[in-house]
Nanobody, 128 residues
Framework: QVQLVESGGGLVQAGGSLRLSCAAS????????MGWFRQATGKEREFVAA????????LYVDSVKGRFTISRDNAKNTVYLQMNSLKPEDTAVYYC?????????????????????WGQGTQVTVSS
């Protein structure tokens, strides 16, 4: 079983920064595209960012472009989400997810249903 464990969430003031980490175990991490999603209270789960298995390409939802950066360190089996210029509307539980499909190209998807494994989530709260 693939296990994903998020960390790095917390309470931060608007304009501040946080770096989320997602440590993967149980399979060959470097083979998997990875994504970050978030879910605010009373709202549907939302795509945030994704990165291909090589780290060569990234995807972002428009609302975080220029503020968030997804990256990965395959040697450490870890994916990161650097969040800068945080806004109150970024408040949510953030989940990392792994897409284990055997793609023949360096690919990542924004669609939650394509991901196979999910972490437990970490709370990010941005105060005014």
């Amino acid at each position: 079983q693939v296990q994903l464990v998020e960390s790095g969430g917390g309470l931060v003031q608007a304009g501040g920064s946080l770096r989320l980490s997602c440590a993967a175990s149980g399979r060959t991490f470097s083979r998997d595209a990875m994504g970050w999603f978030r879910q605010a209270t009373g709202k549907e789960r939302e795509f945030v960012a994704a990165i291909t298995r090589s780290g060569g390409s990234t995807l972002y939802v428009d609302s975080v472009k220029g503020r968030f950066t997804i990256s990965r360190d395959n040697a450490k089996n870890t994916v990161y989400l650097q969040m800068n210029s945080l806004k109150p509307e970024d408040t949510a539980v953030y989940y990392c997810a792994a897409d284990t499909a055997l793609y023949y190209s360096d690919y990542a998807t924004q669609f939650a249903h394509e991901y196979d494994y999910w972490g437990q989530g970490t709370q990010v709260t941005v105060s005014s």
